[in-house]
């Protein structure tokens, strides 16, 4: 009796086994496909800063080759990098040659970490100039450079918008004249700078 009883149950043990055995093979497919779509996805950024690499490679070496941008007179023929991210340190000096300088003074909002800038290479020839950035990393690059005259910069930090730049401008004293505005502000560059009459 109780054979007949446990019969049914028996004979199904190996389909429950086998279904346990296929719902974790499903399982690890399933693990398996999610890492293979972060695999793809990872593939799928790098070719998308491959694509840009290359595309500023084109527009550093293959322009500056071409005929059309052989004009000596072409500031990206003058591109050179001492502290900028792009080679402006050179670009701007070209244009200060052509122009000339006034008052060798600059401000400068979003210096980032005070290293790799458009202005920091200007400190060291001399200039004097006004620094604004909403971290206060770039104080401590301002601690290593001996080669600083005093009071060469000033600076604040503080997050510059649209509604608050000409009062920041006249809390450290930037003068109404000077050389080179810089504006890098990341999130914000619809920035209109402007001093009150």
């Known amino acids: ?8 149950p ?4 190996p389909v429950i086994r086998e279904s346990y055995h296929i719902k974790a093979l499903l399982q690890n497919v399933t693990a398996s496909l999610q890492n293979i779509m972060a695999c793809l996805r990872n593939i799928e950024n790098y070719l998308k800063e491959l694509k840009a690499t290359q595309t500023m490679r ?3 070496f293959d ?19 001492v502290c900028s991210q792009n080679g402006e340190d050179g670009i701007i000096h070209e244009i200060f040659c052509r ?6 003074i600059f401000a400068e909002v979003g ?3 005070g290293s790799e800038n458009n ?8 200039w004097t100039g006004f620094w604004f950035d909403g971290s206060s990393a770039f104080i401590r690059a301002l601690e290593n450079r001996e080669d600083l005259q005093k009071d060469c910069l000033k600076y604040l930090v503080a997050f510059a918008t649209r509604e608050n730049i000409s009062a920041l401008f006249e809390q450290l004293g930037v003068p109404k004249e000077f050389d080179l505005l810089s504006l890098d502000i990341d999130q914000n560059n619809l920035l209109r700078v402007g001093r009150p009459s």
């Open 1 to 8: 009796m109780l054979k007949r009883i446990f019969a049914k």
């Open 10 to 13: 028996y004979r199904s043990l």
């Open 58 to 60: 084109l527009v550093d």
């Open 63 to 81: 322009l500056r080759d071409h005929p059309r941008y052989g004009d000596p007179q072409r500031l990206l023929r003058y591109q050179a990098q």
């Open 99 to 104: 122009i000339g300088t006034g008052t060798r």
């Open 111 to 113: 210096v980032g970490d």
């Open 119 to 126: 202005t920091a290479f200007l400190l060291s020839q001399g």
